[in-house]
């Protein structure tokens, strides 16, 4: 029987880091996103995961930065709204780790990319829900989906780096109804 996990996104956060001037790490986040994950059998290998980014939802908290990142030098969100992340292997690292090789879509641009996990312990909340908490770090050259504005400094080097770090920590719930249906 296979098991479906929701985000929640009221408790999860997807967001990312990248190097400022080769000085100073600046992070973001984006506002708006869905996805679940199916767990046949419930096992963690056999996971399949896919998540919905909306791309406009994107926030550092400096206003015209987010607005330069929702242009067409980089995430151009009014032609390409969503970034999408689907699985395609869980590997068992030991312990409650493991990583997910999957492909990541932005600006209709696939590529692959591999995230580290580490697997919360699952428990049942106030409301009969299961739930399970993930954390995921990653990687990748923002060049590799087209992501190429810069801007060289006078004094060497470009303003933003071309490694972008990944940072997600996500509540998964199985809302009581799917339970229920696993169960029988």
Known sequence: ????????????????????????????????????????????????????????????????RDEHLRSADFFDAANHPELRYVSSRIEALGGDRYRADGELTIRGVTNPVSLEIELGDRIRDPWGNDRVGISARGKLSRKQWGLNWNQALEAGGMLVSDEVKLEIDAALVMPQANAAEVAA
Do not use: Y
Request: aromatic share 8%.
């Open 1 to 64: 029987m296979t098991e479906t996990f929701n985000i929640d996104p009221a408790h999860s956060s997807i967001g990312f880091a990248v190097k400022h001037m080769m000085v100073t790490t600046v992070r973001g986040r984006f506002g708006e996103f869905s996805g679940h994950v199916e767990l046949p059998d419930g096992e963690a290998t056999n996971a399949q995961a896919e998540f919905t980014i909306q791309a406009a939802s994107i926030d550092t908290g400096v206003g015209p």
